[in-house]
């Protein structure tokens, strides 16, 4: 099986690591960003996120440790390089659950090497819902997060996928029929290019 990279992307709030939480363990590797915002109630380090300065951040833009990195909302957020060997030393799919705008930069690197899911709320209305009812943040922060949702929202034409996520079970269901089709196309399915190659034997 060939390991795939999977980039999944889309505003705050959609519902993303509820539905990432649904995959089974033995088949992907998630990959855990860098960020400069203090942890949520319940968050852990080297978990959710690796927790770090800014300082210490920057440090790692300079050595080029980063496959992508950006400022949002006064934090700042990167994945680093070596999530990709953690990911395929254990034979697993990588998933890059990054912002928007990281996930459109990744795409002209990677190309397709990378398959691009961008997960959509069914309606502004539900996702204002669902960032008001985290009770995480301020009022004022929800609105900030809310107007960068319909921004970022413009940029799902440029992912290969897009999942409405009206019910968990049924993105879920989604997010691994495309895996499968993925793992099928020609240049991925290992078993039908050796096929190929041995028409020529």
């Known amino acids: 099986m060939e390991n795939l990279i999977i980039v999944v992307s889309g505003p705050s709030g959609v519902g993303k690591s509820s539905l990432l939480k649904k995959l089974p363990l033995e088949d ?7 960020t400069t915002r203090s942890p949520r109630p319940g968050e852990i380090d080297g978990k959710d996120y690796y927790f770090i300065d800014e300082k210490t951040f920057l440090e790692m833009i300079e050595r080029n440790e980063f496959l992508e990195w950006v400022k949002v909302h006064q934090a700042y957020y990167g994945t ?65 997060r809310f107007r960068r949702a319909k921004e970022e929202l413009r940029f799902a034409s440029w992912f290969d996928y897009v999942i409405v996520n009206r019910d968990l079970e049924e993105a879920c269901q ?25 028409l020529d034997v």
């Open 28 to 34: 992907f590797y998630f990959s855990i960003s860098h």
């Open 80 to 144: 680093a390089k070596s999530e990709i060997y953690k990911a395929f030393s254990q034979k697993k799919h990588l998933i890059l659950d990054i912002e928007v705008i990281g996930a459109t930069r990744l795409k002209s690197q990677f190309g397709n090497k990378a398959i691009f899911i961008f997960i959509s709320p069914p309606s502004l209305e539900e996702l204002k819902k669902r960032l008001e009812n985290r009770g995480t943040e301020t009022k004022d922060k929800v609105e900030q």
């Open 174 to 198: 989604t997010f691994k029929a495309i895996i499968k089709a993925e793992l099928n196309r020609p240049f991925r399915n290992i078993s039908f290019k050796k096929f190929i190659n041995n």
